[in-house]
């Protein structure tokens, strides 16, 4: 579906995490592995579903802050996710380190496959290419072990250091700043439909879906693979 790429868009943007990059293995598979080595056993299942409460929960604490953020704040997220997730482990805070280490390294993630040719292609065609990422400073150390996103460095805006986290206003503001455009002319690709889809909509932007697994057939703007950006 090329025609995501209107006549006007002169740069394209992308989130980092379940867009660019996956963890491997998943997030929840490393959790339970963690649990483990401190001795307690958790299903699959039991993981998920803390997990998401954990995460869903901190979603909305950031709502009502307006969405502002820091690397403190960050960091608070993931030790206050670490611990509902793991709750009944007997040293939190060592699970909570270990964790927060594992994902700053690149060999606990894996880049899109096509990464490397979809920005290639952009490349070619003359847009600016850049990522919006509501991770942290660690976003930086995964990067260093990714040529293929290297072309991103240059225009990566990292929601900890901005102040805001998608899907605010001010978040997307940073990102037009850095893409040096208006944000009419700015495709941005994710595979949120709150923060990114919807929050770069708002701002002005043009938004695209990244929907692997169907889940929002209503959305016009959809692709299933970034392939499809440049196809
Ligand atoms: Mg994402």
């Known amino acids: 579906m090329a025609a995501q790429l209107h006549p006007s868009t002169r740069a394209v943007f992308f989130d980092a995490v379940g867009t660019l990059l996956f963890p491997n293995p998943s ?3 490393v959790y339970a592995d963690v649990a483990r080595t401190m001795g307690m056993e958790l299903s699959s299942g039991e993981v998920r579903t803390r997990f998401l409460t954990a995460f869903r929960k901190q979603e909305a604490a950031d709502r009502v802050t307006g969405w502002v953020t820091s690397e403190e704040r960050e960091r608070e997220r993931w030790r206050v996710i670490v611990h509902e997730t793991l709750q009944g482990v007997p040293n939190p805070d060592a699970c909570f380190a ?3 280490d594992h994902f700053a390294k690149p060999t606990a993630w894996q880049v899109c496959p096509h990464a490397a040719a979809v920005l290639k292609e952009l490349n070619t065609r003359g847009l600016v290419v850049g990522m919006g990422s509501n991770y942290d400073a660690r976003l930086w150390s995964v990067l260093d072990g990714f040529p293929e996103l290297a072309p991103l460095r240059d225009r990566t805006v990292v929601s900890a250091a901005v102040g805001f986290r998608k899907p ?3 978040f997307f503001r940073e990102v037009t700043r850095v893409a040096g455009c208006v944000p009419g002319e700015i495709l941005f690709a994710g595979d949120d ?17 990244l929907d692997d ?3 929002e057939p209503g959305i016009t ?3 299933t693979s970034l392939r499809e950006l440049v196809g």
């Open 213 to 215: 697994q169907h889940r």
């Open 27 to 29: 997030a929840l598979v």
């Open 98 to 100: 270990e964790l927060y």
């Open 193 to 209: 439909i709150d923060n990114d889809y919807q929050g770069a909509t708002a701002a002005g932007l043009n938004a695209v879906l």
């Open 168 to 170: 605010a206003a001010e």
């Open 221 to 223: 703007n959809r692709i």
